[in-house]
Structures are given as structure tokens and as C-alpha cells.
């Protein structure tokens, strides 16, 4: 086969091989880019702080900052100004941050003399070339003014209901407010949260709570008014405790008080919180060391159907395991189970025990222990 | 007379009679597509419903005789050629006479009949699906003067067979044709049968071989521009859209499967989005979205691209997550050197758009003499991008015949 006709059958091989298989007919190419520069501020994120409790006194700034490299480092000044008196600086530094970092920068404690602040954020990014770049919060020559306060009013209307806020300024943690629905007053009324100086010595409470452990005191005014629905009030307890269990109390006249019921504590906030049904003096007491005895359920014979068993005085992270006779374990129940700290007689797995008796185990987190007894279930 | 003044005079006379006998301004909006749709969902054109007139066409059904008139009616499902509608068409006689539909040229808000100059077309094309009765003698054609058709025996319809067939009608070989002065350019002739069959992909076609094209725009003012970017802003964070977007033009019909891909044209399967110049191993992934509409819009439509989470980590438009957002997917890019064998990198094709991720649910709504310009809009995931770095792709749109 000469060379003449190798070329014409590969020829043909070719317009063969293109004709049997797809082919693309026509295209557009288009180049896509984008430049980053080593250091790339692009936002600070920060909701203004406007009062701060004159008692707590402690103005706390939360921000986050994007931005786009990785491995930077970024130093955040607080800057600031008590009753417009020299130039103060708070700072947190941190290392190898990437993408977004969050921020919290306190001032120290405000003495009760002060009467304002004004404040401004300072963000420096720094990669490791040595590149700086900074941002401002409002901006590199403004400053939020802050009022020191001791209270918050706004008026509930009737038709509409209506929240009272009082913020602490403090934004690492919970606000003080109480959120009223329509119908609570007949009449458009206007509510004022007041934070109060804690009293040199505790009053007294005949319910068996710690005299001396008063950590928040609230007024909420004008005093006297029973609610017309429930509000549901949520108090700030400040900063300085590392208590984690709580009573709510309330009073007419600060001499005697009264245990609120279905408190709920929120230790990452800070807060208490419940349904209230009337004005008054409203007081936060660390709540005093609990025996065995008031872990214990009180019914010590549940029938199926007709009651449950309860647990007193659980709450995050604490738990209780049922166990027959022979030890095995039946039953579990942990903070977060929709029913609460009750054992109804089900198993895990949903159907019901046997009737006999039962042996329960509580352990109390914070007191490092297990509580156990014995409780019968009769189906 | 003299030859200057017959030369004249014949050349007025020409004129007059070009102005009397056709419009060459056929399908007003049209005039210089290379395709033209009297029934395609893809291209532009007069896409025909009973009762209508698209760029000044109108649609006749007609019967003479003892026959009825045909049903014609436009089904949509998933057996269509092309897109997802078609005619399905129903003949029935009781004794001799004739029947059919045709397209008319007309004019005017009267619509008045009128004759149009359709000699740069070449072919007539379409498609016909024999289900009931003998289709064999249909005459197909066009309207001058007088009919000039031909038989769809004549044009290899195989009646027993039940699947789409290709019918293509030489327009200058239709006998005693005269194309300047045609006044029903799609012509449906029975006599004496009952028959019912299925058409779809009704197309005019010039003997030139048309275009594909596509645009890069800026969506701030639909300005043209050469690159796609993002804002520097974007670093870190997650799935953004870009600042332009491409938009699609298609005149050309050289087969019935054809497909417009979209992918990256990096050289590797990994490199499936925005490569860092410096660092190759640093990829920023990309996703495409192809849309009829410029978005955001009224609609709810947005830019904001949301992901779900395990298993699918489906990427879709925030702005409808309140409905299923299989219906407004985006898609994450391939590049070319994975030789994707689905349609996952396939964003028009003689289906529709590919603007759901159901098969059956590519996006054709709307079609008719408007200009089809289907717009693709691309997205890139930030999280990982780094800072100091400049990040490149090659975005290649392509259309395949198949």
C-alpha cells in the first residue's frame, strides 16, 4: 500500500470517525477573575448600645467582624469616654482568626457617680506579611453616646399590649423586660422598669430561701395593679455570681415576699424568667442548697393513666434513670424530653412497665451525687 | 420608445409589482432569522395556539364537503420532539369532501390576508407521529395562487410506525411554486380519511447556516462587558452570584438533539471553578443557573444562592425556599475534562432550559415571536477563598450537535 492511499483511508477514518460521533458546532469562552488583596475588611457588625444599668454598671460591646483572609491576626479596641473626661481604652487581642471572629469588650465597672459614656470600636486586622488594615465602629471619628440609667418606661397599650425593655448594656448577656398582651390593662398605662441598689441585708422569707443572697432587685411600677393576663417577665441577674439555681420573689412593700412559681433560668443569658400577674417589687434570690428529700418524687404510688411520677427541682444537665428490680435499666429521662422530669411508667421504647416496684436514680449536676429510692407502678 | 425609457419603465413596473404581489418583510419581527418557528418552543417565531395571530399569522382550520374539521389541539407532556408541546390532530369524514389547517400570512389589526416573500427559506421542516387511520395521502405544502403540495407518502412517513418521523418539504421543488407571493406557508390537506397524528417542530429554514452566540452582561445595566467578577467584598463568605451574566442567542437548528453545555474549561476535573493563579490546588467551587427572566425580578426571584444540607447539599434560590426548590436549582460546575455524560452541564437543548431539576420539568413556558434569550447566571462558594490570592476560570458555553 503506498503512501497515497494510507493518507486517504486515514482521511476517511477521520471524516468516519466524525460523523458517527457528536461534535461541537460552536462555543464562547468566557474568562471569570477576581483579585483579593491580603487583607480584605469588608464589614464590622454591631448593634448600637444606648443605656447602661447604673447599677450593673458594666458596659459590655458585642461585634463581629468578616473579613476575608485566614490566619490574621485582629486586635479590638473599646474606646471610650465616662462623663466626657479623657480617653479610655479596653482591648482583645486574637491570633490566626479566619473569615468572621466575634468580639465581646468591656469597660471596667462604672462608679454610681458616672452619668454618661460614649464609646467607639476599633478593629485591626493584621495578616502576616505585616499588612494592617482597621475598622471603625460608628466611624473613625464618631462616638455612640450612652446613657446611664436606671430604669425604662414605655406605655402598654390596652388594645395592643406591649413590651418594656430595660437593657442592661451589657450585651454578652440577657435584657430585663416584660412583654404584656392586649386586654392586660382597660386603660393605656404606662410601665416603668426600675433597677434598685440591693439592701445592705437581705429580707427575710419565711419559704426557706438564703436571706443573704439577693443578687437583682427590680421595681415595676406603679405598684399595686394586678395584671389582667399574665405578662411574662424576664429579669437580668447581673454578672456577679456563678450561682446556677434561682428564685424569683415578689413584694409590695419589700418587707414581705412572695415565691413566684414556674421560674425558668437561662444561665447563658443570665436571666430569670416567668409569667407574673401583678406589679410589684420583683427580687432574684440565689436560691439556697436543696436536700435529697426535695429531688424526690412526692408520690411514692402511681397508678397508669391517673398520675406520674415527679422529679423536683431538675434542670439542664441533671437526669434520672428507672431501673426494675433486677437492675436493669428501663428508662431515662434528661433535660429537654418534652414531657419534663416525669415518669409516666413507659419504657424507652414507649410501651408501659410491668406493675412492680421501681428504682429510681436522680443525678443533680451541681451536686456531683446520685439520689436514689424506690417507687411502685401499678398498671 | 427608446431602450433608456423601456429600461425605465420596466424597472418601475418591477417595483410595482414587487410591491403589489409580496411583502418581503416576512414575520415582521423576524425577518432575518436564519430558523423561524411556526411551531418550536426554542426559537423564535410565531409558535402557533387556535385562535391566534403571532407576528402576523394566523391559524385555519377549514373544511370543505362532508368532512368535519380537524381537531387540533396543543398537548404538553414529556413525548414531545421538541420542548414539551406538540399538536395532536384529529381527522374525521363521513363522506367525500376536504379538510385541513394552514398558516396564513395576514396584516393590519383586521388581519387581513395578505402574500409574503418567504424565497430565503429553503427547507420546510417538521415533524409528524402517525397514531390512528392512514396518514400516507396527506398533502403538505404551501399556498401561492394555488396549493402546491406534496403527499407525506412522498416524503417517507411510514404510517405504521407510531414514533416521530422527519418530514422535510424542499421548498423550491414543491411544483409550480412561486415563493414571493405565498399566502399559507404550512398547509395540511386531507380528503376521505380519518386519521389522527401527532406534529411538533413546524420550522422554516434558509440554506445558511444560521448562529450561536452568547453575551456577557452586566446585571447592574444590562451594559456588555468582558469578565466576570465579583466584588472583593465576597471573600469569606458563601455562595454568591456574580456581577454579569451571559446571555444565550440560538439561530441555528442543524440537528434535533442539539445542547448548549456550560462548563469550566480548566484542563481537570478538580479544577471545577476558580483556580488560584499561584496555588492550583486552591479551587473556589462555582455553580450556573439559567433563567427566561433578568433577576432578580417581581417574581421573587432572586440572586441569593441557599444550600440544603446532607445528603443533596442542593444549591437553589433563597428567595423561593418557601417552595420547592427543585424548581429554581442551581447547578454546580463541571469542568470539561469530566466529561459529564448527563445533563448536569447541559443549560439549553432542544428540551428547554434547564431550569428544574426534574427531567421532565425543564423550563419552556412562555415561548413566541419575542425573542428567546435565555439568560445564565453563575456563582461561586467564597468560604475557603483566601486572601491575598488571585483566582481565574475559563467559563466555556458550547453548542453540541448530537
Known amino acids: 500500500m503506498n503512501n497515497k492511499i494510507i493518507c486517504l483511508l486515514s482521511s476517511l477514518v477521520i471524516v468516519i470517525f466524525a460523523a458517527v460521533f457528536s461534535y461541537a458546532a460552536d462555543y464562547k469562552v468566557f474568562s471569570a477573575e477576581i483579585v483579593f488583596s491580603s487583607v480584605t475588611p469588608a464589614s464590622i457588625t454591631h448593634s448600637a448600645i444606648t443605656t447602661v444599668s447604673s447599677i450593673n454598671g458594666i458596659l459590655k460591646a458585642k461585634a463581629y467582624v468578616d473579613f476575608g483572609s485566614n490566619n490574621l491576626s485582629a486586635v479590638a479596641d473599646l474606646r471610650y469616654y465616662v462623663n466626657g473626661q479623657s480617653l479610655n481604652i479596653s482591648t482583645v487581642s486574637k491570633g490566626a482568626i479566619n473569615h468572621r471572629t466575634e468580639f465581646y469588650i468591656a469597660t471596667p465597672k462604672l462608679n454610681s457617680s458616672d452619668t454618661s459614656v460614649s464609646y467607639q470600636l476599633k478593629i485591626t486586622l493584621q495578616d502576616s506579611s505585616g499588612s494592617t488594615s482597621y475598622l471603625y465602629w460608628p466611624s473613625s471619628s464618631t462616638y455612640q453616646s450612652v446613657n446611664i440609667v ?15 425593655k430595660f437593657e442592661s448594656g451589657n450585651q454578652q448577656y440577657g435584657d430585663t423586660e416584660i412583654v404584656f398582651s392586649s386586654g392586660t390593662f382597660a386603660t393605656d398605662q404606662t410601665i416603668t422598669i426600675t433597677e434598685l441598689t440591693l439592701p445592705s441585708m437581705s429580707p427575710s422569707y419565711s419559704g426557706g430561701v438564703s436571706t443573704s443572697q439577693m443578687v437583682a432587685l427590680y421595681s415595676v411600677t406603679p405598684l399595686g395593679i394586678t395584671l389582667g393576663a399574665p405578662a411574662r417577665a424576664t429579669f437580668y441577674y447581673g454578672t456577679e455570681t456563678s450561682a446556677t439555681r434561682f428564685e424569683l420573689m415578689r413584694s409590695d412593700d419589700q418587707i414581705t415576699w412572695e415565691k413566684v412559681s414556674n421560674v425558668t433560668t437561662d444561665l447563658t443569658n443570665k436571666t430569670v424568667s416567668a409569667d407574673i400577674t401583678k406589679t410589684g417589687y420583683y427580687a432574684i434570690y440565689v436560691s439556697g442548697s436543696l436536700s435529697d428529700n426535695d429531688y424526690r418524687p412526692a408520690k411514692r404510688v402511681v397508678v397508669q393513666g391517673r398520675d406520674v411520677f415527679k422529679f423536683n427541682n431538675l434542670s439542664d444537665g441533671d437526669s434520672v434513670k428507672i431501673y426494675n428490680v433486677n437492675g436493669k435499666r428501663i428508662r431515662e429521662i434528661k433535660s429537654g424530653d418534652a414531657e419534663g422530669f416525669k415518669w409516666d411508667g413507659r419504657r424507652d421504647s414507649g410501651s408501659y412497665a410491668e406493675s412492680g416496684t421501681y428504682i429510681y436514680q436522680i443525678k443533680v449536676k451541681d451536686k456531683g451525687k446520685l439520689i436514689s429510692g424506690t417507687i411502685a407502678f401499678v398498671k | 420608445m427608446n431602450k433608456k425609457t423601456k429600461i425605465i419603465l420596466s424597472a418601475v413596473v418591477y417595483l410595482f409589482m414587487l410591491a403589489v404581489v409580496a411583502d418581503n418583510s416576512f414575520a415582521d419581527n423576524l425577518a ?36 368535519s374539521r380537524p381537531a387540533v389541539d396543543i398537548v404538553a407532556d414529556s413525548t414531545a420532539k421538541e420542548g414539551n408541546k406538540y399538536y395532536s390532530c384529529s381527522i374525521s369524514s363521513t363522506t367525500n369532501g376536504w379538510s385541513g389547517f394552514c398558516y396564513t400570512f395576514v396584516t393590519g389589526s383586521s388581519n387581513v390576508e395578505t402574500r409574503r416573500d418567504i424565497s430565503a427559506f429553503s427547507t420546510l421542516e417538521f415533524y409528524i407521529r402517525p397514531k390512528t387511520g392512514d396518514v400516507s395521502n396527506i398533502q403538505v405544502g404551501v399556498t401561492d395562487s394555488a396549493d402546491r403540495t406534496v403527499s407525506l407518502s412522498s416524503l417517507g412517513v411510514n404510517n405504521s410506525s407510531h414514533t416521530w418521523q422527519k418530514c422535510t418539504i424542499n421548498l423550491t421543488g414543491l411544483p409550480s411554486v412561486n415563493l414571493i407571493n405565498i399566502k399559507n406557508t404550512f398547509l395540511f390537506i386531507t380528503s376521505n380519511l380519518t386519521a389522527t397524528f401527532d406534529l411538533d417542530s413546524i420550522v422554516l429554514k434558509r440554506s445558511s447556516s444560521g448562529s450561536f452566540d452568547a453575551a456577557l452582561k452586566n446585571i447592574s445595566d444590562s451594559s456588555s462587558t468582558t469578565k466576570i467578577t465579583w466584588d472583593e467584598t465576597v471573600l469569606g463568605s ?109 443549560a439549553w437543548s432542544y428540551k428547554g432550559f434547564h431550569a428544574a431539576k426534574d427531567e421532565n420539568y425543564w423550563g419552556m413556558m412562555d415561548m413566541s415571536k419575542e425573542g428567546i434569550y435565555p439568560k445564565v447566571y453563575l456563582g461561586a462558594d467564597f468560604t475557603n477563598a483566601l486572601g491575598g490570592l488571585t483566582y481565574r476560570a475559563n467559563v466555556k458555553l458550547e453548542l453540541f450537535n448530537e
Open chain 2, 32 to 67: 432575518d432569522k436564519y430558523v423561524y418557528s411556526l411551531f418550536n418552543e426554542n426559537f423564535n417565531g410565531a409558535t402557533q395556539e387556535a385562535g391566534t395571530v403571532y407576528d402576523n399569522i394566523k391559524y385555519n382550520v377549514w373544511n370543505g364537503g362532508g368532512n
Open chain 1, 150 to 164: 436606671n430604669s425604662s418606661s414605655n406605655v402598654v397599650t390596652a388594645s395592643g399590649g406591649g413590651t418594656v
Open chain 2, 238 to 346: 458563601s455562595w454568591t452570584a456574580a456581577n454579569q451574566y451571559i446571555e444565550l442567542s440560538l439561530d441555528k437548528f442543524e440537528s434535533d438533539t442539539w445542547k448548549i453545555k456550560i462548563y469550566t474549561n480548566n484542563g481537570s476535573a478538580s479544577k471545577n471553578g476558580l483556580v488560584a493563579v499561584t496555588d492550583e490546588t486552591k479551587i473556589i467551587p462555582m455553580c450556573w443557573r439559567i433563567s427566561k427572566n433578568t433577576l432578580p425580578n417581581s417574581d421573587g426571584d432572586t440572586l441569593q444562592i441557599a444550600q440544603s444540607g446532607a445528603p443533596n447539599y442542593a444549591l437553589y434560590d433563597k428567595g423561593k425556599s418557601a417552595t420547592d426548590p427543585s424548581y429554581y436549582p442551581w447547578f454546580y460546575m463541571v469542568d470539561f475534562a469530566e466529561h459529564e455524560s448527563g445533563d448536569y452541564d447541559v
